[in-house]
């Protein structure tokens, strides 16, 4: 009996999904940073709303960097401390590492920054979320 060659499997290879509007949370968070501070500077919630804010800036960065393989585990690297000691110093520990926390999220944001614009700038078609991406960069 003759051997039959089989036919060629096809096995679909999938690039990493990137999340839906990731720009676009990011873009909201900054903006909810951005309006709601000026409310909280007569009160004396302004040092605990902000702390918070700042978190929620940091988490909406790394949902945006999700998809990017390498980038994506060096923002989380960079980003996980930083939210740590921001929500430890928001609970009234870890206060004297208050200036490590706001040096690594200077340095996370210039990373991911860094990360956004080259993202937006490669990009292929312009969509709303590669608009809302640029605005975020910008802010």
């Known amino acids: 009996m003759p051997v039959h060659a089989s036919a060629p499997s096809r096995v679909a290879v999938s690039t990493p999904r990137k999340p839906p509007h990731r720009f676009l949370t990011l873009l909201i968070m900054e903006l909810v940073l ?3 501070y000026p409310f909280t ?3 004396g919630m302004r040092f605990d709303w902000f702390p918070l804010l ?14 990017h393989g390498k980038t ?9 401390p930083a939210i740590v ?10 206060l004297v590492l208050q200036a ?4 690594l999220g200077i340095v996370f944001l210039g990373f991911v920054t860094t990360v956004f ?7 292929a078609t312009v969509t709303a979320d590669t608009l809302a991406g640029a605005i975020s960069v910008y802010l």
């Open 54 to 67: 700042a978190v929620l800036i940091i988490v909406a960065a790394l949902y945006a960097a999700l998809g």
């Open 72 to 80: 994506t585990v060096m923002a989380f690297l960079l980003g996980t």
């Open 34 to 36: 951005i309006v709601s």
């Open 100 to 103: 490590a926390s706001i040096m």
């Open 117 to 123: 614009i080259r993202t937006v700038l490669s990009v």
């Open 85 to 94: 000691i921001h929500l430890a110093n928001v609970a009234g520990h870890l």
């Open 41 to 43: 500077l007569n009160t």
